[in-house]
């Protein structure tokens, strides 16, 4: 097999191209025959000897592959010989074979292609664990992305605009912001020609930017960190424009703002269960079209350094991809993103079976996001059942389960019911209000959050009114409800509680 191999540090002139033995596999891992291996910023590192990871002389840059699984290890179950895969290899991909941690190996989604699959794990993975998980990006606020025009920078600029948030991208020319434009930016700067301080104030009315995505930092980074909201966070990806700077910390302290650190590498091993729900979702927003990476240029392996030259020379926009053969083509797909939307929006007529609305399958159930779902049938809260849930929950101090010491202490006099009882019925409830036809499984597993608002009384009745808030793709063929649900007490103006009520759906 052939691989560009650094054999020395050094510039991407270094590299050459040699012919090696095939690879075999190893307990627990895959050997894939690639198709294509995007180029990534830490490849431009990894040959100078400046990545926090060091592999020993000589090997093969490329940490992002896709293609087909050759030869599988003892011990690994979920790929096949035959299966397409992509796969997070850190080092080993610019070749046409590469040895890899099963661990580090997945299906690619029926409809993707390899290039797509070589060009989606890296940057939509960093990009989207920075925004969800270390800067909480909320509907509404203002993102800032420095270095948007990059692979991770567009990345978040199209993520970015699907959270919800108003994007201002910043690059580095006219052309680049013409790219991030087309992938939903709503203002740009170029930082080679304008005022980056002022263009931000112009563009926030003075108020700031909440989030900012800095992959470049260098000179970029204190002008961008001046202008952060109050309690903004500002988001440390990489150093793609040179210099790591050194960034007064006093401005932290008057900004009341968080420098926070995003290493998704890092991230993925410590905390793979989250790394893995953030690439089901991914790969569901994927499927609907939602997000698709630019493709900047596709290089032949004999060309393989071109591409990571021209990461380093900055003239990459999106992704550098190498491919392994000539049927390897540009991605095209098969739907534009409107087409897509314009279908799951249409209307679905509901059946109904008494006041149970009945979906046939999970399409209905998502066309039906953000109407009411109904108001479930009252539920009288008796004292054995305070008593029982009392016991399951070790809480069975005396204004709960003595009734005569509540009639002589308790300002209401009469016990009341566990704030968390009225919430556990929610199960009941919502198995009343609707039904999907479709399902082969259905777990009701928590809130995202809940306030307690009135007493519940011994007797007193309770009912559950909800709103279909969110549906959200679950893989491999499933959905995460989220549910705003109010548990009304009767005869009183204020509810027993409301909550906003996580579910799972699977066909």
């Given at each position: 097999m052939k691989a560009l191999l650094c054999k020395e540090f050094g510039k991407p002139d270094t590299l050459v191209l040699e012919e090696l033995e095939p690879l075999k596999?190893?307990?627990?891992?895959?050997?894939?025959?690639?198709?294509?291996?995007?180029?990534?910023?830490?490849?431009?590192?990894?040959?100078?000897?400046?990545?926090?990871?060091?592999?020993?002389?000589?090997?093969?840059?490329?940490?992002?592959?896709?293609?087909?699984?050759?030869?599988?290890?003892?011990?690994?179950?979920?790929?096949?010989?035959?299966?397409?895969?992509?796969?997070?290899?850190?080092?080993?991909?610019?070749?046409?074979?590469?040895?890899?941690?099963?661990?580090r190996v997945f299906p690619m989604l029926p409809s993707m292609d390899f290039v797509t699959a070589a060009s989606v794990m890296y940057n939509y993975g960093t990009s989207f664990h920075a925004l969800k998980d270390r800067g909480?990006?909320?509907?509404?606020?203002?993102?800032?992305?420095?270095?948007?025009?990059?692979?991770?920078?567009?990345?978040?600029?199209?993520?970015?605009?699907?959270?919800?948030?108003?994007?201002?991208?910043?690059?580095?020319?006219?052309?680049?912001?013409?790219?991030?434009?087309?992938?939903?930016?709503?203002?740009?700067?170029?930082?080679?020609?304008?005022d980056l301080r002022e263009q931000i104030k112009t563009f926030t009315e003075g108020k700031g930017v909440d989030v900012i995505y800095d992959a470049v930092g260098?000179?970029?980074?204190?002008?961008?960190?001046?202008?952060?909201?109050?309690?903004?966070?500002?988001?440390?990806?990489?150093?793609?424009?040179?210099?790591?700077?050194?960034?007064?910390?006093?401005?932290?302290?008057?900004?009341?703002?968080?420098?926070?650190?995003?290493?998704?590498?890092?991230?993925?091993?410590?905390?793979?269960?989250?790394n893995f729900q953030n690439i089901q979702e991914l790969a569901g927003y994927f499927m609907?079209?939602?997000?698709?990476?630019?493709?900047?240029?596709?290089?032949?392996?004999?060309?393989?350094?071109?591409?990571?030259?021209?990461?380093?020379?900055?003239?990459?926009?999106?992704?550098?991809?190498?491919?392994?053969?000539?049927?390897?083509?540009?991605?095209?797909y098969e739907a534009p993103k409107e087409e897509i939307q314009t279908k799951e929006e249409r209307p679905v007529e509901i059946k109904k079976e008494g006041n149970t609305i009945l979906f046939k399958n999970i399409a209905e159930l998502k066309a039906f996001k953000g109407k009411e779902?109904?108001?479930?049938?009252?539920?009288?809260?008796?004292?054995?059942?305070?008593?029982?849930?009392?016991?399951?929950?070790?809480d069975d101090q005396w204004i709960h389960v003595n009734e005569e010491m509540a009639k002589q202490f308790s300002p209401f006099g009469k016990t009341i019911a566990h704030g968390?009882?009225?919430?556990?019925?929610s199960p009941k409830f919502m198995y009343e209000m609707f039904k999907v036809e479709s399902a082969k499984m259905g777990l009701n597993y928590g809130t995202n959050k809940v306030r307690f608002i009135s007493p519940v009384l011994s007797g007193s009745r309770v009912r559950m009114k909800a709103i279909l808030k969110e549906v959200e793709d679950m893989q491999p063929s499933g959905v995460k409800l989220i549910i705003d649900a109010?548990?009304?007490?009767?005869?009183?103006?204020?509810?027993?509680?409301?909550?906003?009520l996580l579910s799972v759906i699977y066909e």
């Open positions: 596999a190893e307990a627990g891992k895959v050997v894939i025959t690639i198709k294509a291996c995007s180029a990534n910023f830490p490849d431009t590192l990894i040959i100078q000897n400046l990545y926090q990871f060091k592999p020993a002389l000589p090997f093969s840059p490329g940490g992002e592959v896709s293609g087909i699984v050759k030869e599988v290890g003892e011990g690994v179950k979920h790929v096949k010989v035959g299966d397409k895969v992509f796969a997070m290899t850190g080092w080993g991909g610019m070749a046409e074979e590469v040895l890899v941690d099963a661990r909480e990006l909320k509907t509404g606020e203002i993102l800032l992305v420095l270095g948007a025009a990059g692979g991770v920078g567009l990345a978040a600029v199209e993520l970015g605009k699907m959270m919800g948030a108003k994007v201002i991208a910043a690059a580095s020319s006219d052309e680049k912001l013409a790219v991030c434009k087309e992938k939903g930016a709503d203002f740009t700067i170029n930082y080679t020609t304008e260098d000179k970029y980074a204190e002008p961008a960190l001046r202008s952060i909201a109050w309690k903004g966070r500002y988001l440390v990806v990489g150093f793609a424009a040179g210099e790591i700077p050194k960034i007064p910390l006093n401005l932290a302290l008057l900004k009341g703002c968080s420098i926070v650190g995003v290493f998704w590498g890092q991230f993925a091993d410590k905390e793979s269960a989250k609907k079209g939602r997000l698709r990476p630019h493709i900047h240029k596709l290089y032949a392996l004999e060309n393989a350094a071109d591409a990571i030259a021209d990461l380093m020379n900055r003239k990459v926009v999106g992704k550098a991809v190498v491919v392994m053969s000539d049927d390897v083509k540009m991605s095209s779902l109904g108001i479930s049938s009252w539920q009288t809260l008796s004292q054995e059942m305070i008593n029982d849930f009392a016991k399951a929950t070790f968390f009882l009225s919430l556990s019925l109010i548990f009304e007490l009767e005869g009183s103006e204020k509810p027993a509680c409301a909550a906003e």
